[in-house]
C-alpha cells in the first residue's frame, strides 16, 4: 500500500478513489466581495464612522499588530466567553490559504486552529494531495473567537472579524484559497453559497482563485461526503498546478 492510500484509508476513502475528468465549466462571474465594515452601512454617523476607521486602522497592520489586535478585540459578543482568539498558522507567505468557520473547543484552549478531530481529518486531507500545515500552507477562520456551543457565526459577528481575515490575505498573498463550508465561502464571496452546486467551480477572491469544498467537521458527521472532498482536493492541487505552469 502506497503511503496516499494509507492516506486515504484514514480519511475514510479505502478503496483508493480516482477522479474522473470532468468539465468545469466557464468560470462564473466573481460575486463582489463582502464590503468593509461601515461601507454602505444603512447606520450613519459616528458609528459608521468608528467601524470605517477601525477597518483601515487593520489594513496598515503588520503581522505583530495583527496578532495582537485579535488577541485584544472586544468588537463582537464572540469575546465574553472565548479563553483566547486564535488567529491562524502556518507559512506567513504562502501559496496555499485554508479558510474555515471558527474556532471549536481544542481551538479555544490551544489557541491554533483545527487541533481537534476535524484538524486531524484536515491534516490527514493536506497530506492526500502533498501538503503539510505551515509548508506553503496557512490555515485560519473566517472567525477569530470560538462561537459558543461550536455555533454558526452570526453576521455581526463575522463583519466584525472581517477586516482581520481581509489584512491576513493581503500578507500571505496566497495563490489559491480553498474556503471549508458554507460559513467561510459566504465570508469570502459576499453572496449566499450552497457548498454542493459550487463545487468544482472556480471562485474569484479580489484577483486570487478560490474552491470551495466541506468543512472537516461536516465530514465527521457526513461519511460519504468523503469522497466528494476528495475530489475538490484534486481540482484544487489542478488549479494549483496551472497557475504554476502560467507563472514558469
Not at 468557520?101 to 484536515?122: I, K
Request: charged share 30%; net charge neutral.
Amino acid at each position: 500500500m502506497t503511503r496516499r492510500e494509507s492516506i486515504l484509508r484514514e480519511m475514510g476513502l479505502a478503496p483508493l478513489w480516482r477522479l474522473r475528468d470532468s468539465p468545469t465549466g466557464d468560470s462564473p462571474s466573481p460575486p463582489a466581495p463582502l464590503p468593509l465594515a461601515g461601507e454602505g452601512s444603512v447606520e450613519a454617523g459616528a458609528a459608521g464612522e468608528v467601524r470605517l476607521e477601525r477597518t483601515r486602522r487593520i489594513a496598515a497592520m503588520g503581522w505583530d499588530e495583527l496578532k495582537t489586535s485579535v488577541a485584544e478585540c472586544r468588537d463582537c459578543r464572540l469575546c465574553e466567553k472565548r479563553k483566547q482568539a486564535v488567529l491562524g498558522v502556518g507559512e506567513l507567505e504562502a501559496d496555499w490559504l485554508f479558510v474555515g468557520e471558527g474556532p471549536g473547543a481544542d481551538e479555544d484552549e490551544r489557541g491554533e486552529p483545527f487541533v481537534g478531530q476535524a484538524g486531524q481529518l484536515l491534516d490527514a486531507m493536506l497530506a492526500a494531495i502533498d501538503l503539510k500545515r505551515g509548508n506553503k500552507v496557512y490555515i485560519g477562520n473566517a472567525v477569530k473567537c470560538r462561537p459558543p456551543g461550536n455555533r454558526t457565526p452570526e453576521a455581526e459577528e463575522t463583519a466584525a472579524c472581517f477586516p482581520y481575515l481581509q489584512r491576513q490575505i493581503e500578507l500571505i498573498r496566497p495563490k489559491l484559497i480553498v474556503a471549508l463550508g458554507k460559513p467561510a465561502a459566504e465570508t469570502l464571496l459576499g453572496t449566499e453559497v450552497k457548498v454542493g452546486a459550487s463545487r468544482g467551480r472556480l471562485f474569484d477572491y479580489r484577483g486570487i482563485p478560490l474552491v470551495v469544498t466541506y468543512h472537516p467537521a461536516y465530514l465527521l458527521r457526513s461519511l460519504t461526503e468523503k469522497a466528494k472532498a476528495w475530489e475538490d482536493l484534486c481540482f484544487a492541487r489542478r488549479t494549483m498546478q496551472g497557475l504554476n505552469d502560467v507563472a514558469r
